[in-house]
T-cell receptor, first 110, second 115 residues
């Protein structure tokens, strides 16, 4: 099925560094969501975006809904070891099922 | 926040047997639930959309007779893997949405191992 282009695929960073990942789509979405998944668990919602240009923060996490409605980014500031996991972007139009990116695997080196 | 409970979290079964996985929305009514499958180190792939009171909608390539979905109430959907085979071993995750346009919330997944 359709998938989003999410990058980077993986990241190895030092504790304290900032992280940025993004997703692009050939389709226009009216909802962008960012999830985090840890091993053996289901994805946990981090941030939900509903308006083009919207910038939303959740603690050290900040995500933006691109103005073109075809992209979104997620930033994590001052990373800590518990930020380790796989981050997925997901988008949808109307009530269509979510389309997921392939994930960004984040490793934080203490 | 919205909570989705999935049970069991792990199941091991013998080839040829059937396994039922339950997905419950605990603090909201979910007219629509979704079932995903995830292989190691890969993204979530939608299997089917479960609609309360009606037949599920399956994605292309997903056998409806193999993966039976029942959404009998606004808080419960079940996925039954019938006549399981080792290639059905995977991580199955359900998700639910309350009101339209509200974000999806996910269960903790079920790891199925077929021996």
């Amino acid at each position: 099925g359709q998938q989003l282009n999410q990058s980077p695929q993986s990241m190895f960073i030092q504790e304290g560094e900032d992280v940025s990942m993004n997703c692009t789509s050939s389709s226009i979405f009216n909802t962008w969501l960012w999830y985090k998944q840890e091993p053996g668990e289901g994805p946990v919602l981090l941030i939900a975006l509903y308006k083009a240009g919207e910038l939303t923060s959740n603690g050290r996490l900040t995500a933006q809904f691109g103005i073109t409605r075809k992209d979104s980014f997620l930033n994590i500031s001052a990373s800590i070891p518990s930020d380790v996991g796989i981050y997925f972007c997901a988008g949808s139009s109307g009530n269509t099922p979510l389309v997921f990116g392939k994930g960004t695997r984040l490793s934080v080196i203490a | 926040g919205a909570v989705v409970s999935q049970h069991p979290s792990r199941v091991i079964c013998k080839s040829g047997t059937s396994v039922k996985i339950e997905c419950r929305s605990l603090d909201f009514q979910a007219t629509t639930m979704f079932w995903y499958r995830q292989f190691p180190k890969q993204s979530l792939m939608l299997m089917a959309t479960s609609n309360e009171g009606s037949k599920a909608t399956y994605e292309q390539g997903v056998e409806k007779d193999k993966f039976l979905i029942n959404h009998a109430s606004l808080t419960l959907s079940t996925l039954t893997v019938t006549s399981a085979h080792p290639e059905d071993s995977s991580f199955y995750i359900c998700s639910a949405r309350g009101a339209d346009h509200s974000p999806l919330h996910f269960g903790n997944g079920t790891r199925l191992t077929v021996t």
